[in-house]
């Protein structure tokens, strides 16, 4: 029950309007603050944001952690670019469509491995939580269902995922699962958009039950540019 309050009240808090339009014309309403956390913070083994010390409690599913802890891990992604995108995001489809077909148990070793690589993977851990639901191991579905809750709070707090506010995260894919984790829906429509101001976003169109509204968010994925070709994304103003 505890868990299902915690959703419901995500949903409501999570879910402002969006508008139909133009994919690139939503703004928000909303001032956010500015994640500042150094690499050299990431990189200190004395300090809170040691991105061992982060890694460790997302690997032990611990949420006793500040919102700037569980995004810092992120920021040390971003920073030091060791991750591959394109496997992240080929290893969330592949758990996706894994739990799609009921097939759990090899949507749990997908996870494992999708979450070995980045343990603070929002796609991981809920994808994760509703396999071991599905195959009755609640246990270990709440606590990844916590951590996803725990996630998603973290990002929301430094941005509502509009145009000057898009979301911090590590791959394009968990911006489809905030979608779905947050606002009820899947996007309709996805695309990679780089900015007037040389940010590359990636672009989320839906229409989402639960706000009767559609939706427009982005996600900032910057640190992605320098591996993609220009014929991989947009150019704002460009997509209607």
């Not at 851990?125 to 071991?132: D, N, R, V």
């Not at 990679?192 to 039950?209: D, E, H, R, V």
Request: hydrophobic share 35%; charged share 20%; glycine share 4%.
């Amino acid at each position: 029950m505890k868990i299902l309050l915690i959703y419901i009240f995500l949903i409501i808090a999570f879910c402002s309007y969006g508008q139909k339009g133009k994919m690139y014309s939503d703004s928000s309403s909303t001032k956010f603050p500015k994640l500042s956390i150094s690499l050299n913070q990431c990189l200190d083994s004395t300090s809170m944001f040691y991105y061992k010390k982060v890694e460790k409690k997302f690997i032990e599913n611990d949420t006793n952690m500040s919102a700037e802890q569980a995004l810092s891990l992120t920021n040390y992604f971003v920073f030091t670019k060791k991750q591959n995108l394109i496997l992240l995001d080929s290893l969330s489809t592949e758990i996706y469509k894994l739990n799609e077909n009921k097939q759990y148990e090899e949507a749990i070793l997908i996870g494992q491995k999708l979450l070995k690589i980045c343990p603070n993977n929002l796609t991981g851990h809920k994808e994760i939580a509703l396999a071991y639901k599905k195959i009755g191991n609640d246990s270990l579905s709440q606590k990844h269902f916590q951590v996803m809750v725990k996630l998603l709070g973290s990002i929301f707090k430094y941005g509502d995922g509009h145009y000057d506010y898009p979301f911090i995260i590590n791959n394009f894919f968990e911006g489809v699962s905030i979608y779905e984790a947050a606002f009820r829906t899947r996007p309709s429509k996805t695309t990679l958009m780089l900015s007037k101001n040389q940010k590359l976003l990636g672009a989320y169109y839906a229409y989402s039950s639960a706000v009767d509204n559609y939706l427009i968010r982005y996600s900032d994925l910057t640190h992605w540019k320098s591996e993609l070709k220009k014929t991989d994304y947009i150019i704002e103003g460009e997509y209607k």
